[in-house]
């Protein structure tokens, strides 16, 4: 299926009432006994609203499992708690701030972060060799755009042990899908180019591994990172139009391409759209 017809299908299906939109469900908690089967009870652990927003970007990525949250940050913080007191982390040497404010917060448990550049094989080879438990990669990065090779660093993650994360933030499912190039989880700022209008605040996190699936959602409904369902309802609207954040697939005038690859790394050389609103100074 090419990526226009599953933008357009996702998140589509009708539910019971046969609404062709996913309506919005404003309830924070339910009355069990109109239920056939009950299973929605309060809104921090389940909400129909923001579970169509959670099939739309899993279909975007051919998975079966996403999560959504209240925040980029909230992902992070999700995703980070993978990792065991005394654990260890590898990452790109070039992150988001805010990323690196979320690592900052892992000294409190005993967890060592290492930046490594993340484009020399072996740089990278020389971190794994003590091993890891997760190894957090962000292709292309923020603000360098690095373009780390993910078809080769995740099988070397993964001889490590470590769980391999990919921020694709940037290059939204648009122009990449890291869990076909052997991530395990796939992480957004949803604020960013899937809802794109600068009018949503949120993150997600995607995977095709059923156990991790479940403990972001333990997590989640533990700490109540959710977002809110007109959130939701918006973050869906909008991502039906995330192409449109990248002009250079799109037939919009006046966009240039560049072609950006790392060195050694054929599998990572690619075209990215550059417009004057590729720099990011958003937080999210």
Known sequence: ??????????????????ATVPPLHLAATYDTRWQEQPRYFYTRSENPTREALERTLAFLEDAPFATVHSSGQAAGETVLSLVPPGGRLVASDDVYGGTRALFGLLAGRGVTVDHVDLTDPAAVRTALSDGADMVWIEAPTNPLLKIADLARLGPLA???????????????????????????????????????????????????????HDRFLAHRTAVGAVPGASTATSCTADSRRCRCAWPGRSTTPGCSRTRWSAPDCPSATRDWPTTPSTTWRGGR
């Open 1 to 18: 299926m090419r990526f226009d017809t599953r933008l357009l299908q996702s998140g589509s299906d009708p539910d019971a009432t046969g």
């Open 158 to 212: 993964r001889r490590s042990g470590a769980v391999v994360v990919v921020d694709n933030t940037l290059a939204s499912p648009v122009l990449q899908r890291p869990l076909d190039l052997g991530a395990d989880v796939c992480l957004y700022s949803t604020t960013k180019s899937i809802a794109g209008h600068s009018d949503v605040l949120g993150g997600a996190l995607v995977c095709r591994r059923a156990d991790l």
